[in-house]
T-cell receptor, first 111, second 115 residues
Framework: GQNIDQPTEMTATEGAIVQINCTYQ??????LFWYQQHAGEAPTFLSY??LDGLEEKGRFSSFLSRSKGYSYLLLKELQMKDSASYLC????????????WGAGTKLIIKP | GAVVSQHPSWVICKSGTSVKIECRSL??????MFWYRQFPKQSLMLMAT?????????EQGVEKDKFLINHASLTLSTLTVTSAHPEDSSFYIC???????????FGPGTRLTVT
């Protein structure tokens, strides 16, 4: 079966660094995506990894290890506006664009 | 680039009526679009894959006669909730994949309330 696991909820302090982990078991692998979703809004695309290693985009970085079925999203210099849910998703098949979604990690930022 | 619009942003309708939601890709063509539903504090649930010029592919447990999908052009897909019931009240979101990697860009969502 297809499975993506992420922690349900995490808490961090403003200005700090937080790492959100994601592990996956899928029938195939053609890329892993991270999305941010604020309450009551649609998800917005953050990052994409298809090869092993770290992709950096400003305060956000995403890491992938295909052999371990593992990814993490690293958020630096946390701001209150980073309070949101973070969704991990995997594209399992090259033949279509359908994504398999994790349940999301709710990140709470405290002052 | 990669902007997806959705209309209406919210709608209230009476039980038994039908509601149409439009999803448009504004600056790119989308042969495929996805329709999701999300209940409060729950994750995204894929309802169906909309394919331009052909029938939609529905996920298991989603009634195709109740949730009618039409993808008549490369920039527009519509979802019609027929004979709506209060349990259909939810947040409906469409998305379209962009570029080779296939990252999905989402519309802003439609909040449906059935009274």
């Amino acid at each position: 079966g297809q499975n993506i696991d992420q922690p349900t909820e995490m808490t961090a302090t403003e200005g700090a660094i937080v790492q959100i982990n994601c592990t996956y078991q899928t029938s195939g692998f053609n890329g892993l995506f991270w999305y941010q979703q604020h309450a009551g809004e649609a998800p917005t695309f953050l990052s994409y990894n298809v090869l092993d290693g770290l992709e950096e985009k400003g305060r956000f970085s995403s890491f992938l290890s295909r052999s371990k079925g593992y990814s993490y999203l690293l958020l630096k210099e946390l701001q209150m506006k980073d309070s949101a849910s973070y969704l991990c998703a995997v594209r399992a098949r090259q033949s279509n664009y359908q994504l398999i979604w994790g349940a999301g990690t709710k990140l709470i930022i405290k002052p | 680039g990669a902007v997806v619009s959705q209309h209406p942003s919210w709608v209230i309708c009476k039980s038994g009526t039908s509601v149409k939601i439009e999803c448009r890709s504004l600056d790119f063509q989308a042969t495929t679009m996805f329709w999701y539903r999300q209940f409060p504090k729950q994750s995204l649930m894929l309802m169906a894959t909309s394919n331009e010029g052909s029938k939609a592919t529905y996920e298991q447990g989603v009634e195709k006669d109740k949730f009618l999908i039409n993808h008549a052009s490369l920039t527009l897909s519509t979802l019609t909730v027929t004979s709506a019931h209060p349990e259909d009240s939810s947040f409906y979101i469409c998305s379209a994949p962009v570029r080779t990697a296939g990252e999905q860009y989402f519309g802003p969502g439609t909040r449906l309330t059935v009274t």
